[in-house]
């Protein structure tokens, strides 16, 4: 958690505060008067709120909401910098946070009003994580608090709030970290106790503090400049960004908006993470036992950007590729992203998609969990459920088993996941090839760039952001020999 906006004091203690009040502080609370959306407090602090309530009453995802709203509510940009990082800090901590704010209060956290809760969480996060003046966190919380539960519950917050405001993060960490190691790293990196146990299963315990420390950290954009189109060095000089360490086609974008480049705008260049990039590219440039005839199979391909990727890389080799979907509104999506490509979008069910088998070249891009991708969404960590795992390996293997049904003799069949679960990795390969003994994996790490160390300790890719700045994608590379 980021611990930004230092130029208030941290952790004052309540009782002896004088006004210590930043002059941002003091504009923020002045606008907050004369905004007529909020609860009494300033804009940036209102606009958090919202959001929180949205995401927790509605399932919204912050990474949609608040944009909107910082734009609708015109912030200066250090007043949206802070909305920003106290909305997505709250929710990212959020499971520390109730810990923390049920040891202070006098009932269960189910008892208390959801609204009130966020309130109470807002503030939470600002006395813990953050520089903001402390009694401007209390207060401005307080007075959500009271403004959605009436009058009685300022009190409730407040004692909450005074009480965590007694001690320091580190305190807090320590005195309520629960037994055992790999729950404690999960309580002190905010992570459900399910999702550590199942990095580290992959890691081992010396990386999991790196690896969910990572996952509060922003993402830089990357870019991909579309093969045949466009350089990643001329890309990178458009855009101001810097050429990838890895994927031949990459940029790396710190900050803008990559909607306003005109590479992106026009369809030569594209948001996407370095790691699938990699992914489509491998698939594209293994083997073919026999010679490739240019039958490339996309079976779960929305919204379309590996397929976009592939359909560049196909244009090039005077190669097809077929993109299945079952979505039609993801269809949609790769039909505009793909438009001039030799690839035609299929809106089926890739268990049964109707399609003459002899494929050269096959990508199951699976639906997975999206362990892999935390850092991208703020509230996902809490949101997602270890139930739903079963489920989705269930459908992992049936698309799986239908690509190796299409796949033609000595064709490759390329298996991602933004997931590093062993259920949906090495959980679903090794039964597929128990399955199919006329496949066998190939060796997919010497697919990645040399570049790239720490692939993991099988013939498959398990790309981390911590080691490699890309999402925790897998991938495992398969063929058909007869
Ligand atoms: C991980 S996403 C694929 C991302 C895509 N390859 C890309 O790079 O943009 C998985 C996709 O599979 C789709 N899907 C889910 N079940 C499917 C099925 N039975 N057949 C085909 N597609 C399916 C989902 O709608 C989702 O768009």
């Not at 009494?40 to 709203?69: C, F, M, Q, T, W």
């Not at 790490?445 to 925790?472: C, I, K, Y």
């Amino acid at each position: 958690m980021s611990g930004g906006f230092r130029s208030r004091s941290r952790h004052a203690s309540a009782s002896t505060r004088k006004d210590r009040r930043s002059p941002a502080e003091r504009t923020r609370q002045r606008q907050g008067k004369r905004d007529v959306n909020s609860l009494g407090v300033d804009p940036a602090r209102s606009i958090a709120y919202r959001v929180l309530r949205k995401v927790h009453g509605e399932g919204a995802y912050a990474n949609l909401v608040l944009p909107r709203l910082l734009r609708d509510q015109r912030l200066n940009q250090r007043d949206a910098a802070f909305a920003t990082e106290i909305t997505y800090g709250t929710l990212r901590a959020e499971g520390t946070l109730d810990r923390i704010i049920e040891h202070c209060s006098s009932r269960p956290l189910e008892r208390i009003d959801s609204g009130v809760l966020d309130a109470v969480r807002l503030g939470a996060y600002q006395l813990l994580y953050t520089r903001v003046d402390a009694h401007a966190a209390v207060d401005t919380s307080v007075t959500m608090a009271g403004s959605v539960g009436g009058a009685s519950v300022r009190g409730f917050a407040n004692a909450i709030l005074r009480e965590i405001s007694r001690h320091d993060t580190a305190w807090w960490l320590s005195t309520l970290r629960p037994e055992g190691e790999i729950a404690g790293i999960a309580f002190e990196h905010s992570h459900p106790r399910w999702i550590a146990d199942s990095f580290s299963r992959v890691l081992g315990l010396q990386e999991l503090s790196l690896a969910l420390a990572e996952d509060s950290q922003r993402p830089i954009t990357h870019l991909v400049a579309r093969p045949g189109e466009l350089s990643a060095e001329e890309l990178a000089m458009i855009s101001g960004g810097e050429v990838g360490k890895y994927s031949p086609y990459a940029v790396y974008l710190p900050q803008g908006d990559p909607g306003r480049l005109e590479p992106v705008r026009e369809g030569m260049a594209a948001v996407q993470d370095e790691g699938s990039q990699l992914i489509a590219q491998a698939v594209v440039a293994a083997p073919v036992t026999g010679g490739d005839q240019g039958r490339w199979l996309d079976l779960c391909a929305g919204p379309g950007g590996k397929a976009a990727l592939m359909g560049a890389l196909a244009r090039i080799d005077g190669a097809h590729l077929d993109a299945v979907e079952l979505s039609e509104h993801r269809s949609q999506l790769i039909r505009q992203t793909v438009r001039d490509l030799p690839v035609s979008v299929h809106t089926a069910d890739g268990r049964d998609p109707g399609l003459t088998p002899g494929f050269d070249r096959i990508l199951v891009d699976a639906p997975c969990s999206g362990l892999g991708a935390l850092r991208r969404r703020p509230e996902a960590r809490w949101r997602k459920q270890e139930s739903d795992i079963e489920d989705l390996v269930r459908l992992q293997k049936q698309l799986v088993d239908s690509a190796a049904k299409l796949l033609k003799p000595g064709g490759v069949l390329g298996y991602s996941t933004c997931s590093p679960d062993l259920r949906e990795t090495r959980g679903v390969v090794d039964w597929l090839l128990g399955e199919h003994p006329e496949l066998r994996e190939d060796n997919a790490q010497s697919l990645m760039p040399e570049a790239m160390h720490q692939l993991g300790d099988h013939l498959s890719v398990q790309m981390w952001p911590h080691r490699h700045g890309t999402d925790a994608m897998f991938f495992a590379l398969l063929r058909r020999e007869k």
